[in-house]
């Protein structure tokens, strides 16, 4: 028996088959390119191996509730060709076999509480700081959703005084997305985040933003650790800088022992990466 994966990523789409343990055992990537462009090659890698089970982690905005007539589908999106797309459909009707979908964070979130830094916790948060930035939530032991799934990236936060660089986001001019994500520090430099100097001044505060970000999910969802991961935190260097402002932002107004030691509140993704295709693989 075996079961199938897929990360769907703004860039590349990342698939995978797992053994009946769910090990897996095989992956590719396919560029995203268009719906017709990517999908058919995806449903010939899957059906090579007569998959029972499809978990898929998507990026979005998607519809991820199962009781939607539009359940799996993609929906306001700056991909506009995936826009409307049901990837549920797709793969349901390719495949006759289970398929099940969420957000891409959502599933990163799932593998890191059963298998990376959020293991043996009864609640937590993966947060990614990418190109986007995004957010999956585990309470009482299972994936918040709800009427749809959380926008952990757009809550807005007060911006520093001086810094009134337009921000990136186009619904709003002061969420973290906009002011705190890879294209934002683009704007700021002119540069790439993994060209930016470790002592250029933007990481400052890059750091202020995100601490600012955690305060609020801390006080939102009373999680008892927060991951980091995305293209933006490899820069490890920023670990130290967001947990001395989240102390200094939290004013000690929780007064909980997981809060007071934040080397072990605030961590980085402890799956190389891999969180996103193993939580997929285990949706299910």
Request: charged share 20%.
């Amino acid at each position: 028996m075996y079961y199938g994966a897929l990360e769907a990523g703004g860039t590349k789409m990342v698939c995978a088959i797992g053994d009946a343990d769910k090990n897996i055992i095989d992956r590719i990537s396919i560029p995203t390119g268009t719906p017709d462009q990517s999908v058919p090659a995806m449903i010939d890698y899957f059906k090579k191996y007569d998959i029972s089970a499809l978990g898929i982690g998507t990026f979005g905005p998607a519809d991820v509730n199962p009781n939607s007539p539009t359940y799996g589908s993609i929906m306001r999106s700056p991909k506009k060709a995936w826009e409307g797309f049901s990837l549920y459909k797709a793969f349901t009707d390719a495949l006759s076999c289970l398929v099940v979908v969420d957000t891409d964070v959502n599933a990163a979130a799932w593998g890191e509480y059963l298998y990376g830094a959020l293991k043996g916790l009864n609640s937590g948060m993966y947060l990614t700081v990418g190109t986007g930035i995004g957010g999956g939530i585990i309470s009482d032991g299972r994936l918040i959703h709800g009427m749809e799934h959380p926008e952990t990236g757009h809550i807005l936060i007060p911006r520093r005084t001086g810094d009134d660089i337009p921000c990136t986001c186009r619904f709003h001019q002061s969420c973290v997305e906009g002011l705190a994500s890879g294209p934002m520090l683009e704007r700021r430099t002119g540069m790439k985040g993994k060209d930016i100097p470790a002592d250029s001044p933007v990481w400052d505060l890059e750091a202020f933003y995100i601490a600012e970000a955690l305060v609020n999910y801390t006080m939102c969802y009373s999680v008892e650790r927060i991951v980091l991961g995305g293209g933006v935190m490899d820069n490890k260097f920023l670990f130290p800088m967001i947990r001395n402002y989240y102390t200094e932002l939290l004013s000690g107004y929780i007064d909980m022992p997981q809060v007071k030691d934040t080397d072990t509140y605030i961590v980085p993704a402890g799956l190389e990466g891999n969180q996103g295709i193993i939580g997929a693989m285990n949706l299910f």
